[in-house]
């Protein structure tokens, strides 16, 4: 699937991060291997944010956030594109991942919302991550369609 909107997948990873995020990549560092730190990632992550249907409509105007000190002070929910843009920056300010390992996806949730997910490199497997839709049932390997 063409993708619909590219929001981040040229946007230069930030160098200069919250000091909160800077603590939890030092954590993440100390993951044994890629699938352990992306792992992690995925339940800091589905702890911290998560999808909902009306806002995804109502908060529209936050689509085009890129500020990382904005996106990491927030809890609850965000739009896909801004989890992802958060997952792509731990995973590879962690050391165990590189852009090329990280391919932004978008499929259609609802017949009619275009919607991200990430498919992230580990080892010689492709592990599809949807953080945003979590909240709806769908768990580590798999993304809303």
């Not at 498919?119 to 979590?134: R, S, Y």
Request: net charge positive; aromatic share 16%; with cysteine.
């Amino acid at each position: 699937m063409p993708m619909p909107i590219d929001l981040f997948s040229k946007t230069p990873l930030p160098s200069v991060l919250p000091d909160k995020m800077q603590e939890v990549i030092l954590e993440l560092k100390k993951s044994h291997d890629q699938k352990e730190c992306l792992e992690k990632v995925y339940a800091l992550l589905t702890a911290k944010y998560h999808g909902e249907r009306l806002k995804t409509y109502t908060k529209l105007f936050q689509l085009f956030r890129k500020d990382i000190f904005w996106l990491w002070s927030r809890n609850g929910y965000l739009h896909c594109t801004n989890i992802n843009y958060v997952a792509k920056i731990l995973l590879v300010d962690s050391g165990f991942f590189q852009n090329s390992d990280i391919r932004l996806k978008w499929t259609f949730v609802w017949h009619i919302s275009p919607h991200q997910y990430l498919q992230v490199k580990v080892g010689n497997q492709w592990i599809n991550i949807d953080v945003w839709a979590n909240a709806f049932g769908i768990k580590f390997g798999n993304y809303a369609h």
